[in-house]
């Protein structure tokens, strides 16, 4: 069986029904406040990004992401977001079948995202006490 037959077969629905695919918000929030820990990848189309921008993130559209996949970090997990969860959910599972495992999907609308990634929402926030999320 090869890597992409096993990445597959890893990727069932049983995968996403238990949620192994997902980040919370607060789960993010930890990633956040130590860039070292995770890379944040926007998948949302020119368009959607042009409404709103955010700071430290990676934005490559998902129709975009096999042509860019050599910016991709090789040795930090990667959560995907958009805004929506099903355009990153396709994104994180395109890139496990290529071979990058460690990545996982924001699970969270665009008005949690805004929060999210507004400095004063990740400085203000009580910090996990569960510090395995980013991968």
Known sequence: MNQLDRTLR?????????????VTLNMA???LENSEDA????VRTEEEAGFVRFKNVLHIPLNQLPDRLGELPQNQPIIVFCTSVVRASMAAFYLRAEGITAVRTLLASS????KLFSSSRVFSRK???NQQQCN
Not at 10 to 22: I, P, R, S, T, V
Not at 39 to 42: A, C, G, N
């Open 39 to 42: 890379v944040f990848l926007d």
């Open 29 to 31: 929030a930890d990633c």
């Open 127 to 129: 910090t996990s006490t």
């Open 111 to 114: 008005e949690e995202m805004v």
């Open 10 to 22: 890893e990727m069932d629905l049983q995968f996403f029904a238990e949620g192994k695919h997902g």
